[in-house]
Nanobody
Framework: VQLQASGGGLVQAGGFLRLSCAAAERTSSIYRMAWFRQSPGKEHTFVAVIDWSDGAAGYADSVKDRFTISRDNAKNVLYLQMDSLKPEDTAVYYC???????????????????WGQGTLVTVSS
């Protein structure tokens, strides 16, 4: 599954952005999709995950109540609505897809077999 992320940009603190991740083919083999981010000098970290079938979602504590993950199954597109952005949200954001039926280790990058190229989000103070 090829993934194409988009929607990053420069925004002031308190602002919002919506990221998109388009899958280039049918996602019938995908069980869940997620967003990760990587800030300069830091490791790849989990942001949010969504079950591709029933829409159940989970979030990192740092983004809970500010970010919303969603998907459009018909269009094979994953979204991340980011509100009340903070400078510490600055990072390259990656979308990922998993063909694992199990939810085990879903916050780990190793759980996902498919990755998008990343889109840069910069939040100025």
């Amino acid at each position: 599954v090829q993934l194409q992320a988009s929607g990053g940009g420069l925004v002031q603190a308190g602002g919002f952005l919506r990221l998109s991740c388009a899958a280039a083919e049918r996602t019938s083999s995908i069980y869940r999709m997620a967003w990760f981010r990587q800030s300069p000098g830091k490791e790849h970290t989990f942001v949010a995950v969504i079950d591709w079938s029933d829409g159940a979602a989970g979030y990192a504590d740092s983004v809970k109540d500010r970010f919303t993950i969603s998907r459009d199954n018909a269009k094979n597109v994953l979204y991340l609505q980011m509100d009340s952005l903070k400078p510490e949200d600055t990072a390259v954001y990656y979308c990922a897809a998993s063909g694992n039926r199990s939810w085990m280790n879903y916050k780990s990058g190793s759980h996902y077999g498919y990755w998008g190229q990343g889109t840069l989000v910069t939040v100025s103070s």
